[in-house]
């Protein structure tokens, strides 16, 4: 199956700074999300973004389809930008998921 | 997007009991997908559950394990029997409502003691 790797796998930021996250996938793929999962598990669809570049306030994600990866850019990061965000492909009918990057920021 | 209501939060349980866990959509879905966390780890696919059929399960899961209902399009639920503390995980169900993308209830943490 299609295989999602995820880098870093841990990023620890200070209010204020900036991060980019990536998502590598291993085959084409007819979907691409980005998940936000809070403490308290609760998973927060971020961009549905199979190609392309989407902007969402702080955040952003870019899709670069035919070379199998994708960005996910936070910006000014906060407190609550804390927890573990997922990439998840969709090969056929079924999404796959990466491992995640755990994200601390601390104040 | 889909609104999904799930049912537990949470839950403790005794080992070689059964929790069911219920998912209710605000529109009607064709398919519906039950995911597992374990702790620390991503969201394993359990099985797919479409209306009027059998579920699809995945490669390590079976049907006695995790019994799945699919009543009708807006409604599933997942059985975990005969609890055993390696059980202990979250638990979440999913939908896909294109071209907004797949959403998930707000899980259910389920403690095994």
């Known amino acids: 199956g299609i295989q999602v790797e995820q880098s870093p796998p841990d990023l620890i930021l200070q209010e204020g700074a900036n991060s980019t996250l990536r998502c590598n996938f291993s085959d084409s793929v007819n979907n691409l999300q980005w998940f936000h999962q809070n403490p308290w598990g609760q998973l927060i669809n971020l961009f549905y973004i199979p190609s392309g570049t989407k902007q969402n306030g702080r955040l952003s994600a870019t899709t670069v389809a035919t070379e199998r990866y994708s960005l996910l850019y936070i910006s000014s990061s906060q407190t609550t930008d804390s927890g573990v965000y997922f990439c998840a492909v969709e090969s056929g009918y079924i999404p796959t998921f990466g491992r995640g990057t755990s994200l601390i920021v601390h104040p | 997007s889909a609104v999904i209501s799930q049912k537990p939060s949470r839950d403790i349980c005794q080992r070689g009991t059964s929790l069911t866990i219920q998912c209710q959509v605000d529109?009607?879905?064709?398919?519906m997908f039950w995911y597992r966390q374990q702790p620390g780890q991503s969201l394993t696919l359990i099985a797919t559950?479409?209306?009027?059929?059998?579920?699809?399960?995945e490669s390590g899961f079976v049907i006695d394990k995790f019994p799945i209902s699919r009543p009708n399009l807006t409604f599933s639920t997942l059985t975990v029997s005969n609890l055993s503390p390696e059980d202990s995980s979250i638990y979440l169900c999913?939908?896909?409502?294109?071209?907004?993308?797949?959403?998930f209830g707000s899980g259910t943490r389920l403690t095994v003691v």
């Open positions: 529109s009607q879905v064709t398919m």
């Open positions: 559950a479409n209306q009027g059929s059998e579920a699809t399960y």
């Open positions: 999913s939908v896909d409502k294109t071209p907004y993308g797949y959403t």
